[in-house]
């Protein structure tokens, strides 16, 4: 197994998250989160149902407006960015979502070359080779005219891979690249995820809920809970921490909380 190489301290900040807050509605879903991503490092984001975590990841997309706070991705600010300087700095992205979201009317090949088609200039050869490049370095040569439908589920999540880094992106976003695979095909993906790193020199951030799959191809992990970070740190830190909910997390073990019945009662009735 490719074990991560140790990064410098003093790397370059891909993205620096500073003091975010956002709400849905009247409630507040992160509050108070700073973060930072090194460059050419692989951050994990982790945390149970309702911590927050897809939440911040739509928001480091710009998918959603923040309430305050702000939010830098490859040294430009997104809040409030330019409709077109928005575009630019997308395209130097890449996101792999949870379910592949390849679109089922294309083959496997023309999914991948979907990006280049938006936002290049290319010809259809140009662009084909390209396609196949990325295919082999997923393992998925030979497959491009091939369907989605056609595809088991970890060839979905490596086609959909390949999509995101059509475009030799220096910033990689992947949701939940383990959620509904085996543990040979997750660890698969895991070695892909470090090797792309490794050779291609990408910053990666990772979401998941795979506590084995965090430990195996994370720099550093940052844990969150109730739309706040419990902590960002090392996998050994992450660890060792003293932080009781923080075992929780890692050892699977449920929180018992008292029902307050006024607070439930207000929740009911939106009051």
């Known amino acids: 197994m490719l074990t991560p190489e140790p990064q410098k301290g003093n ?70 960015i330019h409709r077109q300087a928005l575009l630019e700095l997308r395209k130097q992205i890449g996101v792999s979502f949870q379910g592949g979201a390849l679109l089922s009317s294309m083959t496997v090949g023309e999914n991948v070359t979907l990006p280049l088609r938006e936002h290049t200039r290319l010809d ?4 084909a080779i390209m396609a196949r490049m990325k295919l082999e370095v997923v393992k998925l040569g030979g497959f491009e005219h091939f369907m989605p439908a056609q595809l088991s589920g970890g060839m979905t999540k490596r086609a959909a891979l390949a999509r995101a880094i059509v475009m030799d992106p220096k910033l990689l976003f992947f949701d939940e690249p383990s959620a509904g695979l085996d543990p040979v095909v997750s660890a698969e993906l895991d070695e892909l995820i470090l090797r792309l790193r490794d050779a291609m020199h990408m910053s990666i951030v990772v979401v998941t809920h795979e506590l084995e ?28 921490s ?30």
């Open 11 to 80: 790397a370059e900040l891909v993205i620096e998250v500073q003091d975010l807050v956002a709400h849905y509605g009247r409630h507040k879903v992160l509050d108070g989160i700073n973060l930072t991503v090194r460059a050419g490092e692989i951050h994990i984001i982790m945390g149970g149902s309702g911590s927050g975590k897809s939440t911040l990841l739509r928001h480091l997309l710009g998918l959603r407006r923040l309430t305050s706070g702000r939010i830098s991705l490859l040294g430009q600010e997104i809040e409030g």
């Open 124 to 127: 259809e050869s140009t662009m």
């Open 242 to 271: 003293s932080n009781s909910r923080v075992q929780d997390l890692l050892n699977r073990r449920p929180r018992e909380e008292e029902l307050d019945a006024d607070a439930y009662l207000a929740r009911l009735t939106g009051e």
């Open 213 to 240: 799959s965090a430990f195996r191809i994370a720099d550093r992990i940052t844990v969150l809970d109730g739309g706040k970070i419990l902590i960002s740190d090392t996998v050994d830190k992450v660890r060792s």
